[in-house]
């Protein structure tokens, strides 16, 4: 008789990026040394955006929309980010174009829920969703420190992440992955040396 399959692992995306326009970036990482999309259908993109705290009550939409529009949002972020972090011309039409998508309402609400301001759409498409994404990306491009904005310094690692850190002088992704493998390292070395 076959033993029963173990269950997949399912492997997340890692949320260090300290800024959601980057944790978007980092939603395409390397895995077993080589780079791995963790949005590979529209329920990875709902509960990517479930963990990142952001409304994933998506309306009616065609398969693949949300996945679709992820990804170009995802792509158009990780050009201005490169271009802006290079000092480059950023040409920022494409985030524009994505934001223009976003028509609401800012409408102040007090039920039994108490206060709070709220972002009223008319109509609910995938886009609307991913605004704020494109917001914070927005955000990012306008009011970021590019200093602060980095990469993880090992060098197989893509991740990127705002040091929000008070000395600035975050160097990994994560102290547990690469942090950790660049201390291992630098033990061998002291010991072979
Ligand atoms: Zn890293």
Request: net charge positive; with cysteine; aromatic share 6%.
């Amino acid at each position: 008789m076959n033993s029963p399959r173990p269950p997949a692992v399912l492997i997340e995306p890692m949320l260090i990026g300290d800024h959601a326009a980057l944790d978007l970036l980092n939603t395409v990482a390397q895995v077993d040394g080589a780079p791995r999309d963790f949005l590979q259908s529209d329920a990875d993109v709902l509960r990517w955006l479930d963990r990142m705290g952001l409304p994933a009550d998506a309306p009616a939409f065609t398969p693949h929309a949300l996945l679709d529009a992820t990804r170009t949002l995802r792509e158009t972020v990780r050009t201005l980010v490169a271009q802006r972090k290079a000092g480059k011309n950023v040409d920022v039409a494409a985030l524009n174009a994505f934001l223009a998508r976003g028509h609401y309402a800012v409408q102040v609400v007090a039920d039994e829920g108490g206060w709070r301001v709220e972002r009223r759409t008319e109509q609910r498409c995938v886009e609307h969703l991913l605004m704020p994404l494109a917001e914070a990306a927005a955000e990012l491009l306008a009011n970021g420190d590019f200093n602060l904005v980095r990469k993880c310094e090992q060098s197989d690692c893509t991740k990127c992440f705002y040091d929000r850190t008070k000395s600035h002088r975050r160097r990994w992704c994560s102290m547990a992955t690469c942090g950790n493998r660049h201390k291992v390292a630098n033990f061998r070395k002291r010991q072979q040396g």
